[in-house]
């Protein structure tokens, strides 16, 4: 798979997936190309000799407002997906306060967009469209997010974030010919993680991308990929039922933390995140510990 770096407020994969000491997200496609048929997948970045036009316009969107422009949103998605000759595609379109979409038809303008393209080049593709207003999971940040989703190859995790993993990886598998229906795809998905496989293969990709066979081996959700130099624990002001967790901001504090960039050259802190200890509908005490 061939993904991006965070843009504006939103993070970016290869971003969280480089706070793993010793992963590497170039890689020549000899190199993919033998990944891919020992390991099964792995997950790389743009480069000069690959969708070279994207990564440019890409640098260039995070620093010049735009973006949010649906036409260079569509083509920089669906420029690198089709690069990789896929047999099928499941887009996750994301729309609220927290994604590039803040309504509902403007996802589904988008959702449209991509899902033309696709099928235009003969790409059987999906767009799921969910909503972006409360973070997905409890962590927000590079590192933190990895943890995270550690947690779930593990076959545990927040209910919200596995949720959306075994939609995907359902609709994925049915679309590919995999299983009779995203429910059987669902299941499919959701045994892998039960069983520690999904892990195992994770870990043989990091490790193929340049991880220290020590690291990756033993990569799990109690591993440490990066100590924060300074905590702090934000506490409930009144007695009440939390009613909304805002995702924006979180991630606008957490970016101008150094979490994300305001330039291109900028470098990315992964240590800095938070990790949020209440969840919508939940009662909470004043002086309660709801974010650290």
Avoid at 39 to 51: A, D, E, P, R, Y
Avoid at 71 to 88: C, H, R, W, Y
Avoid at 155 to 179: M, S
Wanted: with cysteine; charged share 20%.
């Amino acid at each position: 798979m061939i993904s991006g770096r965070g843009l504006g407020h939103t993070g970016g994969t290869l971003d969280k997936l480089e706070s793993i000491p010793g992963f590497s997200s170039q890689q020549s496609p000899e190199q993919m190309l033998k990944i891919l048929n020992s390991v099964g997948c792995c997950i790389v970045g743009q480069s000069k000799n690959l969708v070279p036009a994207d990564k440019i316009f890409y640098e260039m969107r995070d620093v010049t407002a735009t973006v949010d422009s649906l036409p260079l949103i569509t083509a920089s998605i669906m420029s690198k997906k089709v690069s990789e000759n896929l047999s099928a595609l499941i887009l996750d379109v994301k729309f609220g306060a927290a994604a590039q979409s803040p309504t509902i038809e403007e996802a589904k303008n988008l959702a449209h967009s991509l899902v033309n393209v696709g099928v235009s080049l003969g790409i059987p593709t999906i767009a799921l469209i969910t909503n972006m207003d409360t973070p997905i999971g409890r962590c927000v940040g590079n590192s933190l997010e990895v943890i995270e989703a550690l947690q779930c190859l593990e076959g545990q995790g927040p209910e919200d974030l596995r949720e959306l993993v075994l939609q995907t990886g359902g609709y994925l598998l049915w679309l590919c010919g995999l299983a009779d229906s995203e429910t059987h795809g669902a299941a499919k998905i959701s045994n892998v993680l039960q069983d520690g496989s999904a892990l195992q293969c994770f870990r043989k990709m990091v490790e193929a991308q340049g991880v220290k066979p020590e690291i990756a081996r033993t990569l799990s959700s109690n591993s440490k990929l990066g100590e924060a130099s300074h905590s702090e624990e934000l506490t409930v002001s009144k007695t009440g039922t939390v009613e909304l967790i805002r995702a924006r901001p979180i991630a606008e504090v957490l970016n101008a933390l150094g979490a994300g960039r305001k330039n291109a050259t900028d470098v990315i802190n992964h240590s800095v995140g938070a990790e949020l200890l209440v969840r919508v509908g939940q009662h909470v005490e004043k002086g309660k510990t709801y974010t650290m």
